[in-house]
């Protein structure tokens, strides 16, 4: 637990305040008569969460085998249900990164899950490591544009220095432990069974937790598949690459689009050569600040902005035009589309991603492997790798004898894939859809990096969660899913038809 920090353990009391938020319906009123969780959990301060909401927390060691010394003081929001008939059986979001404070986006959950809230609570726990729950971050003081040329060194320092001042032993922020921290939690909080969607490393942690728990899960959703045996960054940017064909393809079938750039996928290729060989000094003005530098823009830079605008279909119909300004040595608009992701920055802690990639991927990743899984890809080995030479110091942890074998479950499991996502492409929510007996596996076509993202996708996962079972879905909505028509000017995109996305 960090010093200093001191948690809004009041209880609410029975009541004139209890009467007020009975008023509303939902959780506040059921608690009032069973119990459960309004005994432990008090309206949100405004500086918490939404203050519709409830907050808390719930006191875990570190170390759990040993159960002495350090502890963690996990940061608990719960959306209660809007319905007085509400389910009894929550949904625990499980966020990605792996870095990401569940809690800490209590506001962007509740505008995505708004048509599930309607008779669930929605439960979302800060994993040890990030948000408010001894939050491991580690971010530059700067925010100039120079640090998109920071060496490696220098930034390998900053993670010694952040390693040397954390009140905690990073040893003890994998998965595992966290998933049995996320049992406690749903037993604190009075669930008996509870619903599952677990997003990018989310589902990770959610195959870890039907592993260690399942006989609590009544069904879980995996958006995105990223399972223990991933590796990562090993295939960052074989499967980058596979997007960026796609999108390339797609303009290429796009008559406007072919039109407007012809021949795209060879001069991209001809574009990374340039930039691995002759990096430009080019004046780049920082979208945000307004202040203007100048940067040596190389192949790493570049790979590491288009990957981003990859992971949303949206902003990657924006990639074409920005690559072919980028041949003229133009990076303005890269760069803004890379400030605009930014956000998500700010709820990671690198040093929680750090704990769990050393523990769990690294150690499986041989010499020589990452030049073989990206071999032909013009990303190469620009995408997060440094965080490889990081696990050569970073203090390492222990995961189960079993943790790579596949999660074997009869759970209901709805496994979704955005076809042309960048980075948890359906040949990984195949492999583990194939050992889960009540799945089925949907791959969204035109679609990036989480199917929630999706008007489909949410009503797909509303019902999955209504049946308690994928047999019936209507997944007719998958079919008419297209990929955004391509910018093909500054003004905006082509007026003409949606490209289709290319199949498998």
Known sequence: MRSGRSPRARLYRLGAAVVAVCLSGGLACRAAADGSVLDRLSSCGIDEGPTDALCGTLEVFENREARQGRTIRLKIVVLPALSNQARPDPIFLLAGGPGQGAARMAREVRDIFGRLQADRDIVLVDQRGTGASNGLECRPDDDSLALLNEPDDAALDRLRSCLAGYDADVRFYTTPLAMDDLDDVRAYLGYERINLYGGSYGTRAGLVYL???GERVRAIVLDGVAPADMRLPLFFARDAQRALDRLLDDCAGTPACAARYPELAGRVRALFARLETSA??????????????????????????????????LTSSMVPELLARAEHDDFQGLLALGVAGEGADENLSAGMQLSVMCAEDAPRIAPGDVERASAGSVFARHLQTSLLKACEFWPRGQVPADYYEPVVSAVPALVLSGDVDPVTPPSWGESVAAHLANSRHIVAPAT??????TGCGQRLIQAFYDRGSVEGLDTSCVERLKRPPFFLTPAGPDPGPSPASTSP
């Open 448 to 453: 990036g990096h989480g199917v929630l993202g």
């Open 211 to 213: 592993r260690r728990h």
């Open 280 to 313: 430009p000094l080019v004046r780049l003005v920082h979208p945000r600040t307004g202040l203007a530098e100048m940067v040596r823009v190389d192949a790493a830079l570049v790979a590491n902005l288009v990957a981003g605008a990859l992971y949303s279909p």
